[in-house]
C-alpha cells in the first residue's frame, strides 16, 4: 500500500538555527540599502547637488 507523501503531523524545526534566516536577510538587505545610501552621499559631495537635481529635472522632463 502507498505512503501519503506528506506526514500528518507537520515536523517541527527545532534547531538552534530554526528562526535566523528572516533574520540573515533582513540584515543583508539593510546592509545593502545602507550601501546604496552610502554611495548616493559620496557622489553628492563629490559632484555638488547640481548635478542630482539636472537628472532628476532630465527624469521629470522625459516622463512627462
Do not use: K
Not at 2 to 28: E, Y
Not at 39 to 59: K, N
Amino acid at each position: 500500500m502507498a505512503q501519503p507523501l506528506h506526514p500528518a503531523h507537520p515536523v517541527s524545526d527545532n534547531s538552534p538555527t530554526a528562526g535566523r534566516m528572516p533574520v540573515v536577510l533582513l540584515l543583508a538587505g539593510a546592509g545593502v540599502g545602507g550601501l546604496v545610501v552610502l554611495g548616493a552621499l559620496v557622489l553628492w559631495f563629490h559632484y555638488g547637488s547640481q548635478v542630482f537635481f539636472e537628472m532628476i529635472r532630465t527624469g521629470f522632463a522625459a516622463c512627462f
